[in-house]
Nanobody, 122 residues
Framework: QVQLVESGGGLVQAGGSLRLSCAAS????????MGWFRQAPGKEREFVAA????????YYRDSEKGRFTISRDNAKNTVTLQIDSLKPEDTAIYYC???????????????WGQGTQVTVSS
C-alpha cells in the first residue's frame, strides 16, 4: 500500500502561483508513476500531469501545457506541481495519485490522496 498526502493548496488571486506537494509513504520502494488530477465543483475529475518514476517522461494535460510543471524527488518520496498564471477556472480539489507501473499513461491510478483545495479569486 502507498499513502499519499497533499499539501500547499489555498486561496490565491488570479495571476498568482501555487506549489502543491505530495508526500508518499508506505511501499515507496516501488517504482511509481506519480500524477496530479483535479476536480472542479460539478465536474468530473480530470488529468493534470504525470511523471514517470525515472523523471524522464512527463505528461501534461494538453490545454494546460506551459502553466503546470510537475517534478519529483525520489529520495524524499515527494512530487510537486507548480501552477503559474492561475485562473479562476483552476479552482478545484487537486489530487495526487500513484501507480505501480513506473511509466503509466492511463488515468486509473492505484493509489489516491485525499486532495487539497485550490481556490483562485478573480
Amino acid at each position: 500500500q502507498v499513502q499519499l498526502v497533499e499539501s500547499g493548496g489555498g486561496l490565491v488571486q488570479a495571476g498568482g502561483s501555487l506549489r502543491l506537494s505530495c508526500a508518499a509513504s508506505g511501499r515507496t520502494s516501488s517504482r511509481l508513476t506519480m500524477g496530479w488530477f483535479r476536480q472542479a465543483p460539478g465536474k468530473e475529475r480530470e488529468f493534470v500531469a504525470a511523471i514517470a518514476w525515472s523523471g524522464t517522461s512527463i505528461y501534461y494535460r494538453d490545454s494546460e501545457k506551459g502553466r503546470f510543471t510537475i517534478s519529483r524527488d525520489n529520495a524524499k518520496n515527494t512530487v510537486t506541481l507548480q501552477i503559474d498564471s492561475l485562473k479562476p477556472e483552476d479552482t478545484a480539489i487537486y489530487y495526487c495519485a500513484a501507480d505501480s507501473n513506473p511509466n503509466y499513461r492511463g488515468i486509473n491510478y492505484d493509489y489516491w490522496g485525499q486532495g487539497t483545495q485550490v481556490t483562485v479569486s478573480s
